[in-house]
């Protein structure tokens, strides 16, 4: 599981937004052995991928935010090459706390809806830290 | 303690249909995380709703607040809560979606929405309870 970040923040009336464009490249069945394939497989009506971004700030211990979602159906391809996303959701701070950020977690993390049953029936992550410059950008083409 | 909900919205698709049963859980411990379906009541309204988690901010002292959106819908759900409100909080969870039955709501939807349905389910229990009576 790999991904590529670049970013920078701009004011917004009194909150952080931060732009994060990224490359997601992921084999959701990679490493799993027979039996666990099967298992998943069977019961596995979706799966629901999620990009969230973790971070702490001087208001907040704990801030996170959802950047991009997607669900992928059973019998879609498993493999992700998602090259250049731009998050589907704002992230705006509560607050001033992306600027000069230099931890903010990425964590790209799935539920797996089961047909019938206990919910969800896995989740499964793999994350990368990325830093927020100290200064906001003025002018932005986005 | 696990109460069923019977899922009446379709703005949980794929996921969840009209007609799902749904199982719920109330432990208050349990800390509210992105992509986690909870289970949350707006103010002054009667039906709960259940949602995934979008965005949370959570204070040192275990103070949160948070932001919900249907799988389903192209917004988040802002525009349902109250007027002024923006955020969820902890006193609004009613539950946690643990595990679902699909489509078993399903009969009591149909018996609903056509009457012609329900009178012929109730003449085919009465038949069979006719049947029965040995």
Same mark, same amino acid.
């Given at each position: 599981l790999r991904k590529n970040v670049e970013d920078f923040t701009g004011p917004r009336e009194r909150s952080d937004l931060g732009f994060v464009t990224f490359d997601i490249t992921a084999d !959701? %069945? &990679?490493?799993?052995?027979d039996w666990q394939t099967f298992i998943f497989d069977w019961n596995v009506k979706q799966l629901f991928l999620y990009l969230s971004a973790e971070y702490s700030t001087k208001n907040n211990a704990l801030n996170q935010v959802v950047l991009w979602d997607k669900i992928m159906l059973r019998?879609?391809?498993?493999?992700l090459f998602l090259k250049d996303m731009k998050s589907k959701y704002f992230f705006f701070d #509560?607050? &001033?706390? %992306?600027?000069?950020?230099r931890n903010i977690t990425l964590t790209l993390s799935w539920n797996v809806v089961p047909n019938?049953? !206990? %919910?969800? %029936?896995v989740t499964g992550s793999g994350h990368v830290s990325v830093p927020f410059p100290d200064t906001y950008e003025t002018t932005k083409s986005y | 303690s696990t109460s069923p909900l019977l899922f009446f919205s379709g703005s949980m698709e794929p996921a969840f249909h009209r007609g799902d049963l749904l199982f719920l859980t109330n432990r208050i411990e349990d800390p509210i995380r992105v992509g986690e379906i909870v289970v949350f009541r707006i103010e002054g309204r009667e039906i709960p709703i259940v949602h995934r988690v979008l965005k949370i901010h959570e204070k040192q002292n275990g103070d949160i607040k948070f932001l919900t959106k249907g #799988?389903? &819908?192209?917004? #988040?759900?802002r525009g349902l809560?109250?007027?002024?409100?923006?955020w969820l909080e902890k006193?609004?969870?009613?539950?946690?979606?643990r595990g679902f039955v699909p489509y078993i709501g399903i009969v009591t939807i149909l018996m609903n929405d056509y009457p012609k349905f329900k009178y012929a389910v109730l003449f085919l229990l009465g038949l069979f309870v006719l049947v029965h009576r040995e």
């Open positions: !959701i %069945l &990679n490493g799993k052995n019998g879609d391809n498993p493999r #509560d607050g &001033n706390g %992306l600027k000069g950020n019938a049953g !206990i %919910l969800p %029936l | #799988d389903n &819908n192209a917004v #988040d759900d809560y109250k007027r002024g409100q923006h006193k609004d969870v009613v539950g946690r979606a």
